[in-house]
T-cell receptor
């Protein structure tokens, strides 16, 4: 039962353009969402998060949008840079429930930035 | 401020041996989480611990796997009698409080021959 889905396994974007990564979830108890970036042979690096009380959060080149009614979130990277090439994981938790802080991850999207 | 430390980074075991994976959380973090990533898959939650307590072990296999986070020292994930299917990358994450962002270590890559 895949509660967090990233339907695009890979995405290629020209340097300088916008990268949009998508994520869907099915569990309505999720109230906190995060994006992590992962290079090969390294651990995931936290990028940005959003609480379910918001619909947008921005940090530099990264913006996350949340559409609760559609159970959909997206990560926008503008402008895209070669160093952004990595696997991006969407994750969710139901942190308002004590003891339920575990993260549920999607399967990842491999982003390649073309110089 | 050092990040989450995991050792060893690579571990090779033969079937039937024991594997011990260590995780030292970031300074000031008392919450530790273990995740496993099988090849070509996302990370899957295994267990959530606070100092001396297991809070959530809903992702732990029922047999051969155990975890602890003692009052002093690192968190340990122990796998007894390893099988080939245990080959994976095991990641540890830590947070200062229960509702804070989890920060990940570099992982331990376990290979069972």
């Amino acid at each position: 039962d895949q509660q967090v889905k990233q339907n695009s396994p890979s995405l290629s974007v020209q340097e300088g353009r916008i990268s949009i990564l998508n994520c869907d979830y099915t569990n309505s108890m999720f109230d906190y969402f995060l994006w992590y970036k992962k290079y090969p042979a390294e651990g995931p690096t936290f990028l940005i998060s959003i609480s379910s009380i918001k619909d947008k959060n921005e940090d530099g080149r990264f913006t996350v949008f949340l559409n609760k009614s559609a159970k959909h979130l997206s990560l926008h990277i503008v402008p895209s840079q070669p160093g952004d090439s990595a696997v991006y994981f969407c994750a969710a938790s139901a942190r308002s429930n004590f003891g339920n802080e575990k993260l549920t991850f999607g399967t990842g999207t491999r982003l390649t930035i073309i110089p | 401020n050092a990040g989450v430390m995991q050792n060893p980074r690579h571990l090779v075991r033969r079937r039937g041996q024991e594997a011990r994976l260590r995780c030292s959380p970031m300074k000031g973090h008392s919450h530790v989480y273990w995740y496993r990533q099988l090849p070509e898959e996302g990370l899957k939650f295994m267990v959530y611990l606070q100092k001396e307590n297991i809070i959530d072990e809903s992702g732990m296999p029922k047999e051969r796997f155990s975890a602890e986070f003692p009052k002093e020292g690192p968190s340990i994930l122990r796998i007894q009698q390893v099988v080939r299917g245990d080959s994976a990358a095991y990641f540890c994450a830590s947070s200062p409080y229960r509702e804070e962002t989890q920060y990940f270590g570099p992982g331990t890559r376990l290979l069972v021959l």
